[in-house]
């Protein structure tokens, strides 16, 4: 049974906008996160360039992503007890020299197992600037009714970062050269990376939780420790595989019908599906809860997935793959809502990054499964990867949805506010 309390309309993204300091981080911030979006296809792209085969390079995407899933929560931790610029600054830099060795590898022949060992810092040393961003937002909003804005602002800007980011590296390696891709990928970590870091005055409070092992009266613990994450995480996987099952489906399609520069039109199709569906999210003032919300979103998801093998057109696989990105949004964005409500403020950041790792690990396990299969047996039938993962994820969710619930703390915080902030219970 649903209860809902809701006021008035949501504060608008104008007002957020003019938050004092917003636009200091948000610049920065916008590029910084950008390789999340272009590793993965950049990675695709040129080394099956240079190897011939989707397997290979789905395989070293792969490392990526996972080695990028296993570090990214210790990344949120370092974050939280050291402060973002101490994390940022080694990472940019590190990030930027093993993409350029990946590169370098990859264009020279080396063998395969010299570009798994450049791709694994690649991935481990990806940035986590949206969940630092969130957690800025945080210090200085939290209890404020511009809090559900800026969450619902920065899941539209992750949203826009998977339109321009895809986009961008294949465009750049299609019409440019195949490792154009990477090699921007690493610039603007570089120096959005930087710039980012070097914004101190809107750097959140660090080391406090650490020392004082504690906070609000609740004990320090990870947040893969309640339930409800870890659910989430199997939605964030099922979301991950779509991403890596397109990423590599598009590019197989597209050469085996002769015509390669489709390929980032139809992935812009489907991105943009993405953005605009996220763009109505955070303007919508919902009453139906979010674990509803999810639960439709994602059933709609899972069936958008299923049709995408039967697709054996260009104008078919640019409206299927127009409806998968709009349903992503949903998903995508009621999954972070609900992680807010499930943890203490102290495990904030890292729930974040764990999220965020597992699309990263779900996409690199679709970008090596889809490769296989576009392979062996031609691209339709990596679309069944998305089918697949969208369908397990569903089934987790439907069997284990009771643990989505709200901490009673976070629907007590949300009634004290005492403003536009919808309180529900499914």
Not at 94 to 109: F, T
Not at 167 to 183: D, E, K, N, S
Request: proline residues 6%; positive net charge; glycine residues 12%.
């Amino acid at each position: 049974m649903a209860s809902t309390v809701i006021t008035d309309k949501r504060p608008g993204y104008g007002q957020l906008l003019r938050t004092p300091g917003a636009l200091s981080f948000l610049l920065p911030g916008f590029a910084a996160r950008q390789p999340f979006a272009m590793l993965t296809i950049g990675i695709v792209l040129l080394v099956q360039h240079t190897t011939g085969s989707f397997g290979s390079a789905g395989a070293v995407a792969a490392a990526t992503g996972v080695s990028m899933a296993l570090f990214a929560p210790q990344s949120g931790k370092l974050a939280d007890r050291f402060g973002q610029r101490a994390v940022l600054v080694p990472g940019v830099l590190v990030h930027a020299a093993a993409v350029s060795l990946l590169v370098a590898l990859a264009l020279a022949g080396a063998p395969l197992w010299a570009l798994f060992l450049a791709a694994v810092p690649a991935g481990a040393s990806v940035p986590q600037v949206g969940p630092m961003v969130r957690a800025r937002w945080a210090a200085k909003l939290d209890g404020t009714p511009l809090m559900p804005t800026a969450a619902a602002f920065e899941s539209v800007t992750d949203e826009f970062t998977f339109v321009v980011g895809p986009v961008l590296a294949t465009a750049l390696c299609t019409g440019v050269h195949p490792a154009a891709g990477l090699i921007a990928e690493a610039a603007l970590t570089l120096v959005g990376g930087l710039f980012f870091a070097a914004q101190r005055a809107t750097q959140p409070a660090y080391g406090l939780t650490a020392a004082a092992g504690h906070l609000g009266g609740e004990p320090r613990r990870s947040a893969l420790s309640v339930p409800g994450v870890r659910v989430l995480v199997v939605a964030f996987l099922g979301i991950g595989s779509v991403f890596g099952g397109m990423q590599v489906s598009l590019t197989a399609f597209t050469e085996e019908i002769g015509n390669p520069g489709a390929n980032g039109l139809l992935y812009g199709v489907f991105a943009a599906g993405n953005m605009l569906a996220g763009i109505a999210m955070g303007a919508v003032a919902w009453k139906t809860g979010p674990r509803r919300r999810l639960i439709l979103g994602y059933a709609g998801l899972t069936v958008a997935a299923s049709l995408l093998w039967t697709a054996h057109s260009v104008l078919l696989l640019g409206a299927l793959g127009l409806v998968v990105g709009l349903c992503i949004a949903p998903a995508l964005i009621t999954g972070y809502t609900i992680v807010e409500t499930l943890i203490p403020a102290s495990a904030r950041t890292e729930a974040f990054t764990w999220l965020t790792g597992a699309v990263a690990l779900g996409q690199a396990a679709a970008v090596t499964v889809a490769g296989r299969l576009a392979d062996a047996h031609g691209a339709s039938t990596g679309f069944l990867v998305p089918m697949a993962g969208t369908a397990l994820a569903l089934a987790t969710l439907l069997a284990l949805r009771s643990r989505l619930r709200p901490r009673e703390a976070s629907r007590v915080a949300a009634r004290g506010i005492g403003h536009r902030v919808p309180v529900t219970v499914d």
